[in-house]
């Protein structure tokens, strides 16, 4: 390429630029436009009365001393919305679930009443004054114990149900079962291995926890008619078409806007009772209304993720080289079917669970029950059950090394789908388009000294101290999704993309995806540059406002890039089909004649004759064109991806756990991603620094406890583990390329990577420092005093 | 106090009275002589803190004017937790007025300490204020008042006007663990004091 | 309802004039009375750090302060920091060291920081690490959080050296 050349190509900083993040300026100034800075004229304000108890009947709600506060305008209960059938929602997981419980309470600060003020203070002090009398019931915590015969009855609304969308129940608390795979066969290698292993592996509740915790302020236009809420959803159009199926609204009366979101980590996927009470509320009164949640009520209420109880089997040979994998969990889903998932795949993509490894044989089962519990089960960071699918395979194949006595590295070498064998199709059913695995070990092998590390961790041992060395070889499934396999409510899982460029060259693209700090305004820009020759400074990005953009299902899952990017490429090409034509009619050529060259088209053999895409932007708003060209250079694309995209990474983690604390230091982690083409590699280095972190956060510290009556036991900061920049460790990232064959541009996602592929990895770590001892059983999260307990258990740690 | 001990000492034994003083506090039921179950209602920008306790009269001494009681309370939502231990005694003074002082363990957990030794002596200095100046009415409406050439009154500088942590008028009864935040007030002072020492 | 009580102090160098109820908080009245937004609500706990302001020259979560404890106080919001229209150098280094992704933290790390780098204008990371350790961040892992602090700590000691 001539100097001249790249000259160009740098100036567009397109796909591959470390561009700064357009988002920046309004932030570091303190100018973002998230939720609860909205305030409208006449604004009222939302507080709900939650439930104290789990489970208990509600014998009476006595408004009246709420309403003699000064300032509180009304108070609502399921009887006020009832008579506009608003008492009740669907959730994203074909169930239903109360908007303002509906003569019970099924899990502890369930949302009761909605108390409508004048402010905050006068909201939460009337939410204080309403008095309800509830008969407490009997709870159901452990989801091990839901499924038994005397076991209370959480949900007595469907108990005469025997599907409630996802196949026959077998339990008034069982939800559903999943299957996928060939179990006899599978049963067949297991009785016949040399080898089996088996382990309980849990992954237990947590929460996504954003900074910003959810709320949305709706305002009903009485007048025209018209519902305009900002909300802080991921997903802005689902949410759209959920609340016009709710309040009957038509759909083109309903405008839902993003704004700027505090982080969502999949918490703020679904749709909320607060949210649709807000609406109600609006509707009722006229004027607009603010809800926003507290801390404790968002750890506490909404979207939780995991509570998955599994047992994971592998049968080998004596090598170690997998034969069969039998993988099953009991999923806690809280007292309603509110986890996101698409409506073919109950269990999430759960059936990944082959990670990285040719394993010929593989079955696997979940039961979902309820329990009264806050509902959800959101993919936090991940795609739905994938964290938890890559936890038991990587967890697994450990337990695998240390039983036959193989190296841990060596042992995923042997199992590894091989560079010929892609695309790949799993014992599951899924086909892995690309991969390079053992380049990607090898080369963190090598970044981290691994043999000398080895040597490092038997030296010590001989001495008495605990080191440990977790590998994690991880991969993952995101860009949900194809739509014959996908959907939510019957919506496919496509995404779209409008493009529109304007006479002088500049231009704006919408998206039906929702940034919430990944950056989109620069990143898709940085697409639509490379795509177009247009400078991506001066390629605007909109999202999140469901009147200007595209249908989409938007950002969750890592499915932006997978989906939303591959849309934004394509609309791209649609335009550059069209610039081309207008190229040849100005410069007086064939089609054929043109080639591409960064920003223009030129004329093979002559490249003086060229129109820049700017020339090309004018030339299609003058009268300028071919005939029976329609005027104008724009093109709107809804991509429908052809498969999922399926990233893939090799860490190393090394910790040093003091045997007399149970601290446990991470000394170095070393993260190598392949997310195929790298659109933004200052952006993606941001992305596994943070997924890294909230990896870090799970494995070492986090679970929303509860007692045996469902209370919270830590519900809060204060109890909460969010990583400080103290504990946070230092990141060493790294990375290959493998573009993914059937993206518009390779790209593959990347953000939950470092969150699906860490939390083994430090799991991994810990179990393997004490892996000399014949230990393979660790449960998450190893904060100090577990590690502590399980040394004292040994008796590691006498003096 | 402008009031002999013997005024104050029975202000101070009579647990009702005491509670009256305080700002937010409330007895909702008196057990037997020496036990009691009460409230104390502090808010807090939109929250709202009611602590709901035992109290238990652990010395009731005359001849000492010596009050000795301990509480221990929690928050509705289980957020908070809160423990005292307290010593009061009612001292003559050398102008034959009266003092009140006294010494206490108290502890605060959960939600309500996160709000930081800098608010919480703001508060309690408040309600402090405002415990000290009913106190001291009352003690003082149960003599005649002392001759204008009489001592100083330190609690008769007006009251705040309103109190930060508590929008509920003084409630009738007395609660030993409306005492708390006099309490945490020292405690704190203490924590931060300790840097110093 | 308690009687209101008018506080006035100085906002970002401005005389402000409030009228609030004892018990409000100094971030609703920054947010809502004030609308400096800035400020953020994380946690109401004093643990996320998102609401932190510099009152009276100390770094301070405004979520646990009340607004009539600042009478005649001196407050630094977010807002106050780019200086007719020029950003300061903390602001310039986030954007450069990709220091924030949703950006609800960054109002208050940069305040906090502030803080710190007049306290400490030279920090070494362990430093930062410690110092910061008041503000949560769920997005960024801190890493170049602490590289921006140390960029704009190099930025400001050579503006002053100069």
């Excluded at chain 3, 950006?103 to 030279?122: D, F, H, Q, S, V």
Aim: with cysteine; net charge neutral; charged share 20%.
């Amino acid at each position: 390429m001539s100097e001249e050349t790249l000259q160009r190509e740098n100036k567009l900083e397109g796909v591959g630029a470390s561009r700064k993040r357009k988002e920046d300026a309004r932030f570091i100034r303190g100018q973002g436009s998230y939720v609860d800075d909205i305030k409208l004229p006449g604004m009222l304000f939302g507080a709900i009365v939650r439930s104290p108890y789990a489970h208990a009947r509600i014998k009476s709600i006595d408004k009246s001393k709420a309403l003699k506060v000064p300032g509180v305008v009304a108070v609502l209960t399921a009887d006020d919305l009832k008579p506009v059938n608003l008492h009740w929602m669907p959730t994203l997981g074909s169930d239903v679930q109360a908007v303002l419980a509906d003569k019970k309470v099924w899990f502890q600060l369930q949302e009761v009443a909605f108390v409508l003020a004048t402010d905050r203070y006068t909201a939460a002090d009337g939410a204080e004054a309403v008095e309800v009398d509830y008969e407490e019931l009997p709870a159901v915590v452990d989801p091990r114990k839901a499924l038994a015969a005397d076991a209370p009855v959480i949900r007595e609304d469907i108990a005469d149900k025997d599907n409630v969308g996802h196949g026959p129940r077998t339990h008034p608390n069982h939800i559903f079962t999943w299957e996928a795979g060939d179990k006899a066969g599978t049963d067949a290698v297991f009785a016949s291995a040399a080898v089996t292993v088996r382990e309980e592996i849990l992954n237990p509740r947590v929460h996504p926890c954003p900074l910003e915790t959810c709320g949305c302020v709706a305002s009903f236009d009485k007048v025209r008619g018209q519902l305009t809420v900002y909300m802080t959803s991921q997903a802005p159009h689902l949410v759209r078409t959920v609340v016009a199926m709710l309040s009957g609204i038509p759909e083109s009366k309903i405008r839902i806007v993003g704004g700027d979101i505090g982080g969502g980590f999949g918490n703020k996927v679904p749709v909320y009772p607060g949210y649709v009470a807000a609406i109600v509320a609006s509707i009722v009164t006229g004027v607009p209304v603010k809800w926003i949640e507290s801390r404790i009520d968002n750890i506490s209420t909404t979207g939780f993720a995991r509570d998955y109880h599994g047992i994971g089997e592998l049968a080998a040979d004596s090598n170690g080289r997998i034969k069969a994998l039998r993988f099953s969990a009991l999923a806690d889903h809280g007292a309603f079917n509110a986890h996101v998932s698409a409506t073919k795949l109950p269990a999430g993509l759960f059936s990944i669970c082959t990670g990285s490894y040719d394993i010929p044989k593989a079955y696997c089962r979940v039961d979902a029950v309820y329990t009264n519990k806050a509902p959800g089960g959101v993919a936090y960071r991940c795609s739905l059950r994938v964290t938890e699918a890559v936890y038991l395979i990587e967890r697994m194949i450990d337990v695998l090394a240390q039983k036959v006595g193989v190296d841990k590295a060596e042992i995923r070498r042997r199992n590894f789908v091989k560079p010929e064998q892609f695309p790949y199709t799993t014992a599951l059913g899924w086909t892995l388009d690309s991969g390079n695995y053992h380049v990607a070990l090898d080369k963190v092998l090598k970044a981290v000294d691994y043999d000398g590390l080895r040597a490092e961790q038997a030296a010590k041992r001989a001495s008495g101290q605990l080191m440990g060395i977790g590998i994690s070889t991880f991969t993952e499934i995101v860009g949900a999704g194809p739509t014959k396999v996908c959907d939510i409510l019957g919506i496919g899982l496509f995404d779209s993309c409008d493009i529109r460029v304007n006479p002088t060259g500049s231009a704006i693209a919408r998206l039906g995806t929702m940034s919430q700090g990944q950056g989109h305004a620069t990143t898709y820009a940085q697409i639509i540059a490379t795509e177009l020759g247009l400078p991506s400074e001066e390629i605007q990005i909109e999202e999140g406002d469901t009147d200007k953009a595209p249908y989409g299902a938007g950002t969750w899952g890592s499915r932006s890039t997978p989906v939303g990017g591959a849309a934004a490429a394509r609309a791209a090409r649609k335009i550059k089909d069209k610039a081309k034509k207008i190229a040849a009619h100005l410069l007086e050529v064939g089609e054929r004649d043109l080639e591409w060259d960064v920003d223009r088209f030129r004329v093979k053999g002559n490249p003086a004759a060229a129109k820049t895409m700017k020339e090309i932007a004018m030339a299609a708003h003058t009268s300028n064109l071919p005939d029976g060209m329609e005027k104008g250079l724009d093109a709107t694309e809804y991509y429908d991806p052809p498969n999922m995209t399926f990233p893939f990474g090799a860490y190393v983690c090394v910790v040093d756990i003091d045997k007399y604390t149970g601290e446990t230091k991470v000394r170095r982690f070393y993260a190598l991603d392949d997310c195929g083409t790298r659109i933004n590699p200052m952006i993606i280095e941001g992305q596994i620094h943070g997924g890294l972190t909230e990896a870090f956060a799970v494995a070492m510290g986090q679970a929303v406890p509860f007692d045996d009556n469902g209370n919270h036991l830590g519900n809060s900061l204060m109890d909460y583990f969010l990583p400080t920049s103290v504990e946070t460790p230092k990141w060493e990232t790294d990375f290959t390329v493998t573009p993914s064959p059937h993206h518009p541009i390779g790209a593959k996602g990347v953000a939950e990577s470092p969150h699906v592929g860490g939390i083994p990895c430090f799991t991994n770590a810990v179990v393997d420092a004490f892996a000399h001892l014949g230990v393979t059983h660790m449960d998450m999260p190893h904060t100090s005093f577990r590690v502590w307990q399980h040394c004292k258990s040994l008796g590691v740690n006498k003096r | 106090m402008p009031a002999g001990p013997a005024a104050a000492w029975e202000v101070l034994a009579d647990v009702e009275l005491v509670a009256a003083c305080m700002p937010g506090a409330k007895i909702t039921e008196r057990i037997d002589e020496r036990h009691y179950k009460g409230t104390v209602t502090v808010k807090l920008g939109p929250a709202t803190l009611s602590f709901r306790g035992d109290v238990e009269v652990k010395q009731l001494d005359a001849a000492n004017r010596l009050l000795s009681m301990a509480a221990k309370g929690t928050d509705g939502s289980g957020s908070s937790a809160a423990s005292l231990e307290l010593t009061a005694v009612v001292r003559a003074t050398e102008d034959g007025s009266s003092a009140l002082t006294g010494s206490c363990q108290a502890s605060v957990s959960g939600r309500a300490a996160t709000f930081g030794g800098r608010m919480i002596d703001t508060v309690a200095d408040q309600i402090l204020r405002q415990f000290a100046a009913n106190f001291a009415a009352r003690v003082q409406a149960r003599q005649p008042p002392p001759p204008a050439s009489g001592p100083q009154v330190p609690a008769a500088q007006s009251p705040p006007a309103t109190s930060p942590a508590s929008e509920a008028p003084p409630a009738a009864a007395l609660n030993a663990v409306a005492l708390l935040w006099v309490v945490a007030k020292q405690w704190f002072r203490g924590v931060f004091s300790r840097k110093t020492a | 309802m308690a009687k209101k009580q008018a506080v006035s102090f100085k906002l970002n160098g401005k005389d402000v004039d409030v009228v609030v109820e004892p018990r409000e908080l100094l971030i609703h009245t920054l947010r809502e009375k004030l609308q400096h937004t800035g400020p953020h609500i994380g946690c109401e706990t004093s643990h996320c750090g998102a609401c932190t302001v510099d009152l009276n020259a100390m770094s301070v979560k405004s979520c646990t302060v009340l607004t009539v404890q600042c009478e005649g106080a001196c407050v630094l919001t977010i807002e106050g920091f780019a200086q007719s229209g020029e950003l300061h150098a903390l602001q310039e280094s986030f954007h450069l060291d990709h220091a924030l992704q949703c950006g609800y933290c960054t109002p208050g790390m940069i305040t906090r920081a502030y803080r710190l780098l007049k306290e400490n204008p030279n920090p070494t990371e362990e430093e930062i690490r410690y110092w910061m350790a008041g503000n949560l961040c769920r997005c960024t892992g801190y890493q170049n959080i602490v590289k921006a602090v140390q960029s704009a700590a190099r930025k400001l000691s050579s503006a002053a050296a100069a």
